[in-house]
Protein backbone atom coordinates (compact mmCIF):
# COMPACT_ATOMS: atom_id res chain seq x y z
CA UNK A 1 0.00 0.00 0.00
CA UNK A 2 1.18 3.24 -1.11
CA UNK A 3 1.76 5.34 2.40
CA UNK A 4 1.11 8.52 0.00
CA UNK A 5 -2.44 7.88 -0.82
CA UNK A 6 -2.83 5.97 2.80
CA UNK A 7 -1.45 8.93 4.89
CA UNK A 8 -3.20 11.47 2.38
CA UNK A 9 -6.79 9.48 3.09
CA UNK A 10 -6.10 8.98 7.04
CA UNK A 11 -5.23 12.88 7.04
CA UNK A 12 -8.43 13.54 4.56
CA UNK A 13 -10.82 11.78 7.52
CA UNK A 14 -9.11 13.73 10.41
CA UNK A 15 -9.38 17.15 8.41
CA UNK A 16 -13.07 16.18 7.48
CA UNK A 17 -13.38 15.22 11.47
CA UNK A 18 -12.74 18.96 12.11
CA UNK A 19 -14.24 20.83 9.83
CA UNK A 20 -17.39 19.66 10.91
CA UNK A 21 -16.95 21.97 14.28
CA UNK A 22 -15.60 25.30 12.01
CA UNK A 23 -19.23 26.17 11.07
CA UNK A 24 -19.92 26.26 14.68
CA UNK A 25 -17.36 29.21 15.29
CA UNK A 26 -19.78 31.43 13.78
CA UNK A 27 -22.94 29.85 15.54
CA UNK A 28 -20.75 30.65 19.18
CA UNK A 29 -20.02 34.24 17.72
CA UNK A 30 -24.13 34.64 17.06
CA UNK A 31 -24.87 33.44 20.47
CA UNK A 32 -22.91 35.63 22.23
CA UNK A 33 -23.72 38.32 20.38
CA UNK A 34 -27.61 37.49 20.75
CA UNK A 35 -27.09 37.12 24.32
CA UNK A 36 -26.67 33.24 24.88
CA UNK A 37 -29.20 32.00 27.59
CA UNK A 38 -27.62 28.44 29.06
CA UNK A 39 -31.37 27.48 30.33
CA UNK A 40 -32.85 27.49 26.89
CA UNK A 41 -29.77 27.31 24.17
CA UNK A 42 -32.08 25.85 21.86
CA UNK A 43 -34.56 28.49 22.00
CA UNK A 44 -32.09 30.93 21.27
CA UNK A 45 -31.93 29.68 17.44
CA UNK A 46 -34.64 32.28 16.47
CA UNK A 47 -32.78 35.06 17.66
CA UNK A 48 -29.20 34.66 16.63
CA UNK A 49 -28.18 36.67 13.12
CA UNK A 50 -29.12 35.31 9.76
CA UNK A 51 -24.85 34.28 9.27
CA UNK A 52 -25.54 32.48 12.78
CA UNK A 53 -28.58 30.23 11.96
CA UNK A 54 -26.68 29.56 7.84
CA UNK A 55 -23.77 28.84 10.18
CA UNK A 56 -26.07 26.13 12.49
CA UNK A 57 -27.16 24.37 9.04
CA UNK A 58 -23.58 24.19 7.78
CA UNK A 59 -23.00 22.27 10.88
CA UNK A 60 -25.46 20.15 10.56
CA UNK A 61 -25.06 19.21 6.72
CA UNK A 62 -21.52 18.51 7.97
CA UNK A 63 -21.99 16.05 10.16
CA UNK A 64 -24.86 14.64 7.47
CA UNK A 65 -21.51 14.37 4.45
CA UNK A 66 -19.28 13.02 7.05
CA UNK A 67 -20.52 9.58 7.52
CA UNK A 68 -21.30 8.54 3.87
CA UNK A 69 -16.99 10.28 3.17
CA UNK A 70 -16.14 8.40 6.27
CA UNK A 71 -17.63 4.84 4.99
CA UNK A 72 -15.84 5.73 1.83
CA UNK A 73 -12.58 6.77 2.96
CA UNK A 74 -12.16 3.66 5.35
CA UNK A 75 -12.80 1.18 2.89
CA UNK A 76 -10.42 3.26 0.55
CA UNK A 77 -8.06 2.28 2.78
CA UNK A 78 -9.57 -1.56 3.41
CA UNK A 79 -9.21 -2.13 -0.50
CA UNK A 80 -6.03 -0.69 -0.64
CA UNK A 81 -6.96 2.00 -3.34
CA UNK A 82 -3.68 3.20 -4.83
CA UNK A 83 -4.87 5.71 -7.44
CA UNK A 84 -3.68 8.97 -7.90
CA UNK A 85 -7.89 9.76 -8.32
CA UNK A 86 -8.76 8.71 -4.90
CA UNK A 87 -6.07 11.44 -3.49
CA UNK A 88 -7.36 14.13 -5.34
CA UNK A 89 -10.97 12.93 -4.40
CA UNK A 90 -9.82 13.35 -0.95
CA UNK A 91 -8.31 16.60 -1.48
CA UNK A 92 -11.51 17.59 -3.54
CA UNK A 93 -13.85 16.85 -0.65
CA UNK A 94 -11.77 18.61 2.13
CA UNK A 95 -11.64 21.49 -0.07
CA UNK A 96 -15.18 21.40 -1.05
CA UNK A 97 -16.85 20.67 1.95
CA UNK A 98 -14.54 24.12 3.57
CA UNK A 99 -15.68 26.17 0.72
CA UNK A 100 -19.54 24.98 1.43
CA UNK A 101 -19.52 26.24 4.99
CA UNK A 102 -17.94 29.79 3.68
CA UNK A 103 -20.38 29.80 0.97
CA UNK A 104 -23.21 29.09 3.51
CA UNK A 105 -22.43 31.41 5.96
CA UNK A 106 -21.70 34.12 3.28
CA UNK A 107 -25.57 33.20 2.06
CA UNK A 108 -24.02 32.19 -1.76
CA UNK A 109 -26.19 29.48 -2.57
CA UNK A 110 -24.68 28.61 -5.98
CA UNK A 111 -21.48 28.02 -4.62
CA UNK A 112 -22.77 26.12 -1.58
CA UNK A 113 -24.58 23.61 -3.87
CA UNK A 114 -21.46 23.25 -6.11
CA UNK A 115 -19.31 22.63 -3.09
CA UNK A 116 -21.93 20.04 -2.12
CA UNK A 117 -21.98 18.57 -5.66
CA UNK A 118 -17.82 18.76 -5.76
CA UNK A 119 -17.93 16.90 -2.31
CA UNK A 120 -20.54 14.24 -3.14
CA UNK A 121 -18.51 13.13 -6.24
CA UNK A 122 -15.83 13.09 -4.55
CA UNK A 123 -17.09 10.78 -2.02
CA UNK A 124 -18.54 9.09 -4.80
CA UNK A 125 -15.46 8.40 -6.62
CA UNK A 126 -13.78 6.86 -3.34
CA UNK A 127 -16.70 4.29 -3.26
CA UNK A 128 -15.89 4.01 -7.13
CA UNK A 129 -12.30 3.38 -6.86
CA UNK A 130 -12.50 0.69 -4.09
CA UNK A 131 -15.17 -1.56 -6.23
CA UNK A 132 -12.94 -1.50 -8.89
CA UNK A 133 -10.22 -2.75 -6.78
CA UNK A 134 -12.54 -5.69 -5.37
Known amino acids: MDLNVSWLLGCSLLVATI ?33 AQRATWAHENSFETFMPYAAAVLLAL ?28 ANIPLGRSLMFGISTAATLTLFVQSLQVL
Do not use: E, H, N, W
Open 19 to 51: LIYFPYCFVVAGRVQAGFDPAAPRALFDKLPPY
Open 78 to 105: VTGVQTQTAAIAAVAFIGARFLFSICYI
